[in-house]
DNA sequence: GGCCTGCTTGAACGAACATTCAAGCAAAAC
DNA sequence: GTTTTGCTTGAATGTTCGTTCAAGCAGGCC
C-alpha cells in the first residue's frame, strides 16, 4: 500500500493562504489545485471536498492563534501585559503589506446565512478565543469582571481587524485601546 | 421611445437585500434576475454588469447610512446624545432575527485583495461615515480630539458589527461601549 | 516474483456562471 | 399613419465551476 506521498500539515498551510486571501467562494478548486500542488483526485480522497479542505484550514489557522496567545499570557511579564503584546502585534500586523484582517472573522461574514455550517464553525472558534481569554484573566479577578474584560477586549480586536485596513490608522488605534481597556498596564514607551 | 419601465431605486434596493446578504461573489446574476425581477438584458443595459449594479447598491446603501446619522446628530438632543442613539440601534439591530452586520464591512472584507475597485470603494464609504462623525464632534470639542473619537467611535461599530453575531451579546455591548466611549453622555435607564 | 492495496493522475462530466444579442414591441416624434 | 427610438425579452454563448472516475502506478505483503 502506499502512503500519502504530501505533507498534509503544509497543504492545509497554503490552503488557509489562498482561503483567507480571497474567501470562500472567490476560492475556485484550479486555484487550490495550484497552490497545494496536488491533483484535483488527491485533493478529494484526503478532503472529501471544498469544505472539508476549508474546515480543515479554519481549525489550522484556529489552533494557530490560540497557540500565540497563550504562548504570550503564559509569558514571564504575566496575563495583562502579555494581552498587551497580544493586542499591539495585531496592530503591528495591520501596518504589513498585503495586511488581510483575521481568516475567522472573514469567514463568519462571508458565509453569515442562518445555519451556515462554516459560519457556525468560524463563530465558535472565536468563541474558544474568547474564553481562553476569560479563563486567564479570572487569575486577576472575579469571574464576572473576567467575562466582561474578555468581552471588550474581543470588541476591540474586532474593531481593529476592520479599521486596520484603513492607511494609517495604527496610532488611532493605540490610542482606543489605551482608552478602551485601561484597565491594561499599558507601556507608555509603545505609544510612539 | 420607451422610457425604463421599471423603478430604478426599487431595483437597487432589492440588489442590496440580496448583495448585503450573500456578499458579491455567492450572488449569482440568476439571483439577481429573481430578485429584482428584471431579465438579464434590462439589467446589463441598465447597470453595464455586476459590478456595476453592486457599486450603484454599495452607494444607496452608503447614502441611507449617512442620511440616519446625520438626522440623528442634528436632532434636538444634540451631537453627543444622537451619538448614544446611532450606538444602541445599532445594538439592536443585531438581536433580531437575519441579523447581518453591515454590508460596506462585509465587502471591504470580502473583497480586500490589493486594488480591488469595490474595496477601495466599500473603504472610501466608511471614511466618509468617520469623516461625518469627525464634522460634527468639531461642535463640540477641538479638531484634534473631535478625530480621535471619531476614530473610536468607528473602532467600537466595527466591533460590534463582528461582535454582533454572538448570541446574547447585547448586553456585554452596552457595557463595552459604556467603558470604552465614557465622554459620551450615557442615559443609566438603556442599561436595562 | 506476483498479487494487493490504496494513492495519484488528469481528462471528462454536467451544472452553473456572467454576459450577449437578434428579435419583439410600444411609446414618442413627425 | 408611419417611422424612429430605445427598452424588454429570453434563448444562446463560451467559460469556469466543483466533482468524479477509470486507468496508472508503487510500495507492502506472502
Redesign the pocket.
Known sequence: ??????DRDEVVENAIQLFWQHG??????????KAT??????????F??????FREALDAYSDHSKKRIKDALDGPDGVLKGICKVLESMIEQSTQAGYNSCFLIKTQLELAAEGNTLHELASSKLDEIEALFRSFLEKECEAELAQQRAACIMLHIFGMRVYGYKPDSAQRMRESLRLGLPWLPWDDNDER
Open positions: 500500500m502506499a502512503k500519502a506521498q504530501f470562500y467562494s472567490a476560492s475556485s478548486m484550479q486555484q487550490v489545485v500542488g496536488l491533483q484535483p483526485g488527491s485533493i478529494y480522497l484526503a472529501k471536498n471544498k469544505e472539508g479542505l
